[in-house]
């Protein structure tokens, strides 16, 4: 089956800048896909030259087996834009509707209202709204036209909490549901609750790609925390492994099996003992600790 992306070794130059090297990926039908790295590392430019609003240097990029920008790509796609920017005098019940106007078989407007908490905003108009009621008018758009894959450009800047956990279960929901998603975030939580792959680029360079299990696998690093009463005291060995955060002392290990029984036989007023994967943002920052990545 034709993928959803297909894209290989892309690059970008502005300039003297390299934005994007010889960077390739690939989305599946029905896959949330995390692109992530620190800022200027070239997640933009890559959604740019994927959605075909600008060319690339080398390399080629398909959507859904046509070429990026091409008209054919574009029936296929909704994109959730960095800045939201509406005409002040609609609303977003008139934004919404003159867009679903154009798709054979738009999402219904109530539905989205209702996914993006919109119930109190859709009649007003928006030239008195805050930038985040914009950004969930923005979020409700990508999704108006029922696209087969959407561009997610940090889409929850801006957001508040509640806001952010709408578009968490919305996305989810829409990949569960056959849909496709490339997602780029500084909510490293978001990546982790949304996406099923995960791809780090750094200086527009891939430096690491695979599910949240395969990064930890790789890192090969667990959390082991422990308490213990006031009064007990530890041994020298586990206060040099462990750091103190309140009552409760924790260390990062790759030898956490070995560590838990060591304690268990060395300290018998051991309690609430708990071995724990890292997410996501330690785990990266562990591997670029070590060099490992």
């Known amino acids: 089956m034709v993928p959803a992306i297909n894209a290989r070794d892309l690059g970008k130059r502005f300039g003297a800048i390299e934005a994007l090297a010889d960077l390739s990926l690939e989305l599946r039908r029905g896959e949330a896909l995390g692109l992530i790295g620190t800022n200027g590392a070239g997640k933009t430019t890559a959604l740019t030259l994927l ?11 398909e959507i859904f087996g046509h070429p990026a920008g091409s008209v054919e790509a574009r029936r296929h796609i909704g994109i959730t834009p960095q800045n939201a920017d509406f005409p002040e005098q ?10 679903a ?4 078989r738009p999402k219904p407007v109530d539905e989205l209202v209702a996914a993006f908490g919109l119930e109190r905003l859709i009649d007003r108009r928006m030239g008195g709204f805050s930038g985040g009621e914009l950004r969930r008018v923005a979020l409700a758009l990508a999704f108006v036209g029922n696209p087969e894959l959407v561009f997610a450009d940090e889409p929850t800047a801006g957001l508040d909490t509640g806001g952010q956990d709408m578009f968490k279960a919305y996305a989810r929901s829409y990949v569960d549901n056959g849909g496709s998603l490339l997602l780029t975030s500084h909510h490293w939580d978001e990546i982790e609750h949304i996406c099923d792959r995960i791809v780090m680029i750094d200086r527009g360079r891939r430096l690491l790609e695979g599910t949240l299990d395969d990064i930890r696998h790789k890192a090969g690093r667990n959390r082991i925390s422990f308490t213990v009463p006031a009064k007990a005291s530890l041994p020298p060995w586990a206060r040099e492994h462990f750091q103190r955060s309140g009552n409760r002392w924790s260390a990062i290990s790759a030898e956490s099996d070995a560590l838990a029984r060591r304690l268990i036989a060395d300290l018998p ?8 994967p890292l997410d996501l943002k330690e785990t990266v920052a562990q591997m670029q600790m070590e060099r490992t990545i």
């Open 51 to 61: 959605q075909g609003l600008r060319r690339a240097d080398t390399g080629n990029a």
């Open 90 to 99: 609609m609303s977003p019940r008139e934004v919404l509707t003159y867009a």
């Open 101 to 104: 106007a154009h798709f054979d």
């Open 269 to 276: 007023a051991l309690q609430e003992l708990h071995i724990e």
